[in-house]
């Protein structure tokens, strides 16, 4: 499927949550809130999210991962209907930061750098509406500053000859989670599936940042 679904197409879904573990399989943090008032929420779309957690959880600074779908219309999606494309919903990576000591310039760095957002429906190999590359942000802060970095990347995309941004920045509409065997998948298996790649072409925000082992 490489075309969203309108919502008289999309599937009807479920009022249930998906149930998830209650902790972060590699740093025992809470996959679920509320949380402290201090740490923020960002969410990001950059193909298959085993790989794209994996991104995310090693940064120093960054409390909580999960992964999940948004995008999309159907309420509480399981995976097998996110991938026939009858939902609306991309794979996301949920990221619980402190702003103290990660910033949001430096997750959209590891964001444009983690993967080609130039692809349209697909990630590498993997071609479908869930594997679209996407941000939702929380705030009116967070939305100026994706599209800020968007405009900066493809600055540098357009010196290396290289295509047009397709990643859609929108205001977070829902976060579902996924199922629990997503969750931190790559931790889980080490030897796993990860079809991620990047342009090779650096995005110029944000600053270098440390990252823990995994």
């Not at 959880?57 to 992964?67: E, F, K, L, N």
């Not at 999309?72 to 402190?98: A, K, L, M």
């Not at 590891?110 to 993997?126: A, I, S």
């Not at 929380?138 to 900066?152: F, G, H, K, M, Y």
């Amino acid at each position: 499927m490489l075309s969203l679904p309108t919502r008289s197409e999309a599937l009807a879904g479920r009022d249930t949550p998906m149930p998830v573990p209650k902790h972060h399989f590699v740093n025992g943090a809470p996959l679920r809130g509320p949380f402290a008032d201090h740490l923020q929420q960002a969410v990001f779309a950059l193909g298959c999210f085993w790989g794209a957690e994996r991104c995310f959880w090693q940064i120093d600074g960054v409390y909580s991962t999960s992964v999940g779908y948004s995008g999309g219309i159907t309420p509480n999606p399981n995976y097998q209907e996110v991938c026939s494309g009858d939902t609306g919903h991309t794979e996301v990576v949920q990221v619980i930061f402190d702003p103290a000591k990660v910033s949001y310039k430096q997750l959209l760095k590891v964001f444009w750098e983690g993967h080609d957002p130039t692809q349209g429906m697909r990630q590498g190999n993997d071609i479908g509406t869930q594997y679209r590359s996407a941000i939702y942000t929380i705030n009116d802060a967070q939305q100026a500053e994706a599209r800020t970095s968007l405009a900066a990347y493809q600055g540098e995309l357009n010196k290396a000859n290289l295509g047009t941004i397709t990643t859609e920045i929108l205001p977070l509409d829902t976060f579902f989670f996924a199922e629990d065997y997503h969750q931190q998948y790559l931790a889980k298996n080490p030897g796993g599936y990860c079809g991620l790649g990047g342009t090779g072409v650096t995005c110029p925000i944000g600053l270098d940042l440390d990252k823990k082992s995994a």
